[in-house]
């Protein structure tokens, strides 16, 4: 009797760990993806973003999941990684979401608005402040999902052959400019150009521009600018904290098992903190270089400021009276960067004015 019992629960089991195994199987199952980078391979900070995000999600999913990064112009060119998304051209997609405001403007929100937010305050506004949710229902209607993963930090203006003085200076200038700072720009005279990275420089070395902006000293200074530009502008007021985002096609995205989907979100979020953290290294070892070379460091002048700030608050107040999707999203924006300006004028910007007026760390004399 007890050898009928042993026998009967024994088989009992066989056939439990029968059933488990193709479930367990089917909980994580192999996944290949390809992901197309809006950015050159030289560039191993953002390009780099793509490749932690894959490297990470491997990780966490035992290599179960993979995804091959491509730079732009391997697939698809840089500025078209949205809609080879959308179109199922490849699973996801490494990029910038300004580059799409042609289609609609509200797609800056999810990156950076001229004269917005820092690094900080973007995260903030994106994690907690109601950005996610807002972005997550413009993303939708577009079939796609976007996530945070990466930041670049306040941005540099930019290099010129001659020197910005004054408003006037902008006129009929050919900049090379992303996002929605070109439609800014334009109401002063600049003729905006929106260019992939890696077409940047033989375009302002054979003259079809007359000036570029990318992202900052250590980009910059790779892909060469200062070979064929001698002026560099700081800030880029257009990009106070720009997020990078992984874009996936949103029935893919939701196909994905819940771990799958929670190896990507903790991917990106480690890749918007190693970014940021690479350009903050990087960044200011490549502008002493590029001074120590014969860059021209220069502010812009604070009238060309106020004039491009001037022009920004127009454009948002006509786009936001033609566009109930930016409305919306800019509505709620306006106020979050109100009131976290008031926060960081009391704590962040007291500190940084004094210690960066301050001498260095030396016991006086």
Not at 129 to 151: P, Q, T
Not at 225 to 234: D, G
């Amino acid at each position: 009797m007890k050898r009928r019992a042993f026998l009967t629960s024994a088989g009992v089991g066989v056939a439990a760990s029968t059933l488990a195994a193709p479930a367990i199987a089917q909980s994580a199952p192999e996944i290949k993806w390809r992901c197309a980078s809006s950015f050159p391979k030289s560039l191993d900070t953002i390009y780099g973003g793509a490749e932690f995000v894959a490297k990470r999600v491997a990780e966490l999913t035992d290599g179960k999941f993979q995804i091959r990064v491509f730079a732009a112009g391997e697939i698809v060119p840089a500025l078209q990684v949205l809609d080879a998304v959308k179109d199922n051209t490849i699973e996801c997609g490494h990029t910038v979401s300004y580059y799409y405001v042609g289609k609609d403007p509200t797609f800056a929100f999810d990156a950076a608005m001229p004269f917005g937010l820092n690094a900080r305050q973007q995260n903030a506004w994106m994690s907690h402040g109601g950005g996610k949710e807002l972005m997550a229902e413009f993303f939708a209607g577009h079939n796609l999902v976007s996530i945070g993963a990466g930041n670049t930090g306040t941005q540099m203006g930019g290099w010129f052959r001659k020197e910005i003085k004054t408003v006037e200076d902008l006129k009929g200038l050919k900049f090379r400019i992303g996002g929605y700072a070109g439609t800014i720009m334009a109401k002063l005279g600049v003729v905006p150009q929106q260019i992939g990275g890696g077409d940047i420089y033989p375009a302002l070395e054979k003259g079809t521009i007359d000036g570029a902006e990318f992202v900052g000293p250590y980009d910059d200074e790779k892909l060469g600018f200062q070979k064929v530009a001698k002026y560099y502008y700081y800030p880029g007021w257009w990009e106070g904290g720009p997020q990078v985002s992984m874009l996936f096609g949103k029935e893919k995205f939701e196909s994905l098992p819940p771990t799958y989907k929670a190896a990507l979100q903790a991917a990106c979020a480690d890749a918007t903190l190693d970014m940021l953290g690479k350009y903050d290294v990087q960044n200011m070892t490549a502008l002493k270089r590029l001074v120590a070379s014969g860059t021209q460091l220069r502010p812009f002048p604070n009238e060309v400021m106020q004039a491009c700030y001037q022009a920004a608050i127009e454009v948002y107040e006509d786009e936001a009276a033609k566009n109930e999707k930016f409305r919306k999203i800019y509505d709620a924006w306006k106020k979050f960067r109100e009131e976290e300006y008031l926060w960081f004028r009391v704590a962040e910007y007291s500190f940084d004015r004094f210690v960066y007026a301050a001498p260095p760390l030396e016991k006086k004399k």
